[in-house]
């Protein structure tokens, strides 16, 4: 199954007799910004000061008060102060939702709690995020690789018998049965027939859909199944903030959710809104406009993501640093400005953070 921009983790097939019982906890979310220096990943708060020094080979995106750091090739997690709370020992590691993460050792995966201890056993092929209390994992079962969903105690919520599953987003999961995808509810019930070639997550109430193939169109459904918005782009984000961007011939317009072009413009790349504004490119330089298309902080970055908590972090000179809203740079450009980084931080932040 070919995920549009949905985060990947791992597993399934849970070990009943593996289960620990382990409540999910509150962790400090205190602000932790992931920076690269000179090939060492740490961390800077608001202002751009260093809180937890560059020194770990591999690090993500704090998620629950929690975020995975490598240390000699292996995985655990660091609170927001910098002290591990589960030491490195995992061959990967995922961050945490719901308050569990899925961690590999070999071949298979696993869950754990905040303290590390194990929810299910090393038995799952793949695995994903827990959104909404439930995890989409593959199985190894008799009929062979299966989707299923597990909720937080580990359990089957609903068994393994999809040819792939997806994370759960407004109550409904893409899954899919033979070469197309529909949507389920937490039951297990197929609200939503197999019909699409791929099918995203639901936000704003509507989800992105691909039909008639691999080199199809996409177009966005309510809950019912309805094609609310034509199929008929080429490309296509989901909604975030009220607004999607979609590919046109070989430009990129912004739609609200009932499929009306916002601004009269076109755009040679998507762009994000979060928190009322988006990144965009004029001139060879990034600023960031509101839903009006009024240019609300001048075009004068080489790179620019979206803005959470306040902060979006912006390319200077060809360094990262942290700008307000008032498009003042309040963390210098003194890091490392690495992509992947980037990338991993605007996934989350639009994709798993609300649901949490």
Not at 193 to 221: C, E, S, T, W
Not at 306 to 314: L, N, Q, T
Not at 333 to 352: C, G, K, L, M, S
Request: aromatic share 12%.
């Amino acid at each position: 199954m070919k995920r549009l921009l949905i985060l990947s983790l791992a597993a399934l097939l849970a070990c009943t007799a593996c289960h620990r019982e382990e409540k999910v906890v509150k962790l400090d979310n205190s602000y932790r910004f992931l920076v690269n220096f000179n090939g060492k990943y740490g961390y800077c708060d608001p202002s751009g000061t260093t809180v937890i020094l560059p020194q770990f080979d591999a690090a993500s995106v704090f998620s629950e008060g929690l975020a995975v750091v490598q240390v000699n090739g292996k995985n655990g997690y660091i609170d927001v102060n910098g002290k591990t709370v589960i030491p490195p020992s995992f061959e990967s590691a995922a961050p945490f939702l719901n308050g569990r993460a899925a961690v590999r050792k070999g071949s298979r995966y696993a869950y754990i709690g905040q303290s590390g201890k194990e929810i299910t056993g090393y038995d799952f092929v793949s695995t994903f995020g827990y959104t909404e209390g439930l995890a989409p994992v593959i199985a190894q079962v008799k009929e062979g690789a299966k989707g299923g969903f597990i909720d937080l105690d580990g359990k089957f919520a609903v068994k393994p018998q999809f040819d792939d599953a997806a994370n759960f987003s407004e109550g409904l999961a893409a899954v899919k049965v033979g070469k197309n995808h529909g949507y389920i509810d937490k039951t297990g019930k197929m609200v939503i027939p197999p019909q699409f070639y791929d099918a995203a997550m639901f936000r704003d109430g509507l989800a992105m859909v691909k039909i008639n193939g691999k080199f199809g169109v996409v177009g966005y459904i309510d809950k019912t199944g309805k094609m609310v918005i034509p199929a008929q782009y080429s490309q296509g984000t989901n909604f975030n903030d009220g607004v999607a961007a979609v590919r046109r011939e070989n430009s990129w317009i912004l739609i609200d959710r009932t499929g009306k072009q916002i601004i009269d413009k076109t755009y040679p790349t998507p762009t994000l809104f979060s928190e009322g504004l988006a990144p965009v490119m004029v001139d060879k330089q990034v600023g960031y406009m509101d839903k009006t298309g009024k240019m609300v902080i001048k075009p004068q970055f080489e790179s620019g993501s979206i803005f959470v908590d306040g902060y979006a972090p912006v390319r200077v000179n060809g360094k990262c640093g942290l700008i307000n809203k008032e498009g003042k740079l309040v963390a210098e450009a003194r890091f490392v400005w690495d992509q992947r980084a980037i990338d991993q931080y605007t996934h989350y932040n639009t994709h798993f953070r609300k649901d949490q």
